[in-house]
C-alpha cells in the first residue's frame, strides 16, 4: 500500500521484506549496534515460515522513500496475541476484554522472537531524525486509527532512540535485562576475580565438571562452521523449547537455521560441546550472533543431561570467547535466575507504547508510571545481591 506524503515523499507499508532491495534496507541497518534489524536476519524470519500471519507475527513495515530512494525504514508487525515478545502485556489484554475494548491486533516493533535491546526507527543517514520520526509516527497514528487497532509497541529500544519516541507522545516502560559488559578484563581469571571467594569456587566447580565428563567447549564461527551444525542446532533449540511448552516461544523453523548457514554465518558463533571420543558431532550447543564489540546469546541445548554444561555453553565459555575477541558487553537472553549468579547484573531496558483508545490510555499511562518506580526498586535489590566482593561493590 503506496500513499501519497508529500512533494517527494512516499510512504509504503509492507508485507515482505523481500519488496525493498537488501543495499537499500541494509544502507540504513547495518551501521546499528544490533544485528537483529538487518535485512538478510528479517527476510530468513518470513521466507523459513517463522514470522508468518500463521504464526501470529504478520509482517508491515513501514517504509518512507524520497523519489525512489529509501530514506527510513520500521520492522512492524501485526499480533494477535503476545507471545514470543517477553514484554508481558497479558494483564493489558485481560483488562481490556473487561472493559470492552478489543486489544488485539496491535501493532509491534521488535525484532521477532529477540528480548535483545536495539530497536529503532532505521534513518538513513544524514536526515533530520526529528523530522523524518515524526512523519513516521504520524503514518503509524492514521494506520492505527483508520484500523482501528488498540497500541502501537515498540520493545527493547535502543536507549539512545528511546527520548525521540518520548518526543513523539509514547510512554516509556522500564524492564530490565541480564548483560555481561567487559570492564576491562584480558582473561578469564580477571573475570573471575570480581567475584567473592565462594562463587569463584563454584564457576571453577561447575567448569571442572564438565571437563569430568569428557567434554570440551569449542567456538566455531563463520565459514568454519560446519554446514550439519546448523539443522543439528535446530534440533537442539526445539528440543529445549519443547521442555517448556507453550512459553518456550517455539516459533524458528528448521528452514530458519539452514539460510543462516547460506546468508548470515558471517554472525553466527556457536560453543559446541564435543566428547573425547567423537568431535565430530556435538553433544550439546550453544547459539551466539555478535557484531562489532557485542555478543548476543539466542539458544542452547543438549541430547543428555550433563551436569553444568549449560553454565559453560551459555555463559562461561561465551565470556572466554568474548574477552579474547574484544567484546565488550554479552547479552545472553531472557531469563535472570541463572545470570545473576554469574556476573550479569540487572541492566535497565525501555519498552515505548501508544493507546489508540482513550478508555485503556486513561488506565494504563498512570499504571505504568507507578509500575516503573517498582521497577526501579527491584533493579537496585537484584545488584545489590550480586555475589561480587566486597571491592567490587565499594565502587
Same mark, same amino acid.
Given at each position: 500500500m503506496v500513499e501519497?506524503?508529500?512533494? @517527494?515523499?512516499?510512504v509504503a507499508w509492507i508485507n515482505k521484506i523481500a519488496e525493498v532491495p537488501q543495499s537499500a534496507w541494509d544502507a540504513l541497518a547495518l551501521s546499528l549496534k544490533t544485528p537483529f534489524l538487518e535485512w538478510q536476519w528479517l527476510k530468513n524470519l518470513e521466507t523459513s515460515h517463522s514470522a508468518t500471519d500463521k504464526t501470529g507475527w504478520l509482517p508491515n513495515h513501514?517504509?518512507?522513500?524520497?523519489?525512489?530512494?529509501?530514506?527510513?525504514?520500521?520492522?512492524?508487525?501485526?499480533?494477535?496475541?503476545?507471545?514470543?515478545?517477553?514484554?508481558?502485556?497479558?494483564?493489558?489484554?485481560?483488562?481490556?476484554?473487561?472493559?470492552?475494548?478489543?486489544?488485539?491486533?496491535?501493532?509491534?516493533?521488535?525484532?521477532?522472537?529477540?528480548?535483545?535491546?536495539?530497536?529503532?526507527?532505521?534513518?538513513?543517514?544524514?536526515?533530520?531524525?526529528?523530522?523524518?520520526?515524526?512523519?513516521?509516527?504520524?503514518?503509524?497514528?492514521?494506520?492505527?486509527?483508520?484500523?482501528?487497532?488498540?497500541?502501537?509497541?515498540?520493545?527493547?529500544?535502543?536507549?539512545?532512540?528511546?527520548?525521540?519516541?518520548?518526543?513523539?507522545?509514547?510512554?516509556?516502560?522500564?524492564?530490565?535485562?541480564?548483560?555481561?559488559?567487559?570492564?576491562?578484563?584480558?582473561?578469564?581469571?580477571?573475570?573471575?576475580?570480581?567475584?567473592?571467594?565462594?562463587?569463584?569456587?563454584?564457576?571453577?566447580?561447575?567448569?571442572?565438571?564438565v571437563e569430568k565428563a569428557g567434554l570440551r567447549l569449542q567456538p566455531i564461527t563463520g565459514d568454519e562452521i560446519p554446514k550439519s551444525l546448523f539443522p543439528l542446532m535446530y534440533q537442539f533449540y526445539a528440543d529445549t523449547c519443547d521442555k517448556f511448552g507453550w512459553w518456550g516461544s517455539k516459533y524458528l523453523t528448521k528452514q530458519f537455521f539452514e539460510q543462516l548457514?547460506?546468508?548470515?554465518?558471517? @554472525?553466527?558463533?556457536?560453543?559446541?560441546?564435543?566428547?573425547?571420543?567423537?568431535?565430530?558431532?556435538?553433544?550439546?550447543?550453544?547459539?551466539?550472533?555478535?557484531?562489532?564489540?557485542r555478543l548476543y546469546g539466542r539458544y542452547w541445548g543438549s541430547f543428555q543431561e550433563i551436569d553444568c554444561l549449560h553454565f559453560d555453553a551459555c555463559y562461561y565459555t561465551p565470556i572466554e570467547w568474548a574477552i579474547a575477541n574484544n567484546i565488550k558487553l554479552f547479552d545472553p537472553g531472557a531469563g535472570g535466575r541463572h545470570k545473576k549468579r554469574r556476573g550479569f547484573p540487572a541492566t535497565p531496558n525501555y519498552s515505548l507504547h501508544r493507546f489508540y483508545n482513550h478508555r485503556l490510555a486513561q488506565i494504563l499511562l498512570p499504571y505504568i508510571k507507578e509500575v516503573n518506580q517498582l521497577e526501579q526498586q527491584e533493579i537496585a535489590s537484584i545488584n545489590e545481591e550480586m555475589p561480587f566482593s566486597q571491592k567490587v561493590h565499594d565502587k
Open positions: 501519497q506524503l508529500k512533494p @517527494r515523499y512516499s513501514l517504509t518512507l522513500w524520497r523519489d525512489k530512494t529509501l530514506i527510513a525504514a520500521a520492522p512492524l508487525y501485526l499480533k494477535g496475541h503476545s507471545y514470543g515478545e517477553f514484554v508481558f502485556d497479558h494483564q493489558w489484554a485481560e483488562l481490556s476484554d473487561r472493559i470492552g475494548v478489543q486489544y488485539y491486533p496491535k501493532l509491534l516493533g521488535m525484532a521477532p522472537f529477540t528480548p535483545a535491546e536495539g530497536y529503532r526507527f532505521l534513518i538513513a543517514p544524514g536526515e533530520d531524525e526529528d523530522e523524518i520520526t515524526a512523519m513516521m509516527v504520524h503514518e503509524i497514528d492514521s494506520f492505527c486509527n483508520k484500523y482501528r487497532i488498540s497500541g502501537c509497541h515498540f520493545l527493547y529500544v535502543d536507549p539512545e532512540w528511546r527520548p525521540v519516541l518520548e518526543r513523539n507522545g509514547f510512554s516509556s516502560w522500564l524492564h530490565h535485562s541480564y548483560i555481561w559488559e567487559n570492564t576491562g578484563f584480558n582473561n578469564f581469571d580477571d573475570y573471575l576475580g570480581v567475584f567473592n571467594a565462594n562463587q569463584r569456587r563454584n564457576i571453577k566447580r561447575e567448569r571442572k565438571a548457514h547460506t546468508d548470515y554465518r558471517h @554472525r553466527v558463533v556457536f560453543f559446541a560441546a564435543y566428547s573425547e571420543h567423537d568431535n565430530r558431532h556435538p553433544v550439546g550447543m550453544s547459539f551466539c550472533l555478535y557484531k562489532d564489540d
